[in-house]
């Protein structure tokens, strides 16, 4: 076990609702990264937060945000759903950015449908 | 062109046999390459992480990066059924491993008792 943990397992929504995702990461990980991984796919990054801020993000539109909050929790919210957006998404969690040799650690996911 | 390419396979292989898994990069910026192994309905576990060029071994997986080329290995000596899993290859050109990570597609492994 990664020690992360993410809610709900599973989801079902339609299209044009919103979404939200919560993920727990280890005690101690300031860093949290979120991933969309569709059926037959590796995992797309989305974006990540450091310390509550946003530090970096893929090629996901603007419905894509988050939010991490002081308690090493973190949430992934998906504005206006679209069919497309039916996948497993991870989050993974991440040390104190000291060492080059810290990674990550991934949760079991959860898996979105959109109907 | 995609950033990464990875044989999707699936590839089926008899228990103790050498698997040799291979993907591809455009990205010459990438530093750290990693492969993480994926079992159905989990997520991701880290399995090897290179740090720019070389070969790195563990237990029964060895790790090579070949930057001139711009491919990386992972092969699995003594290949267990408990290896079926699908093989993530996975790439950074950030600061950390975790960084602006791109995956590859993966590869599914079946390992016939």
Partial sequence: ETGVTQSPTHLIKTRGQQVTLRCSSQS??????????????????????????????????????????????????????E????????CASSGLRVRSTDTQYFGPGTRLTVL | QKEVEQDPGPLSVPEGAIVSLNCTYSNSAFQYFMWYRQYSRKGPELLMY????????????????????KYISL????????????????????ETSYDKVIFGPGTSLSVIP
């Avoid at chain 1, 990054?45 to 929790?73: D, M, T, V």
């Avoid at chain 2, 740090?51 to 563990?58: A, F, L, T, V, W």
């Avoid at chain 2, 003594?78 to 290859?89: E, F, G, I, K, N």
């Fill in chain 1, 83 to 90: 069919l497309d957006d039916s996948a497993l998404y991870l």
């Fill in chain 2, 50 to 69: 290179t740090y720019s060029s070389g070969n790195k071994e563990d237990g029964r997986f060895t790790a090579q990066v070949d930057k001139s080329s």
């Fill in chain 1, 28 to 81: 101690g990980h300031n860093t949290v990264s979120w991933y969309q991984q569709a059926l037959g796919q590796g995992p797309q990054f989305i974006f990540q937060y450091y310390r509550e801020e946003e530090n970096g993000r893929g090629n996901f539109p603007p419905r894509f945000s988050g939010l991490q909050f002081p308690n090493y929790s973190s949430e992934l919210n998906v504005n206006a759903l």
């Fill in chain 2, 75 to 94: 092969f699995i000596r003594d290949s267990q059924p408990s290896d079926s899993a699908t093989y993530l290859c996975a790439m950074s050109v950030g």
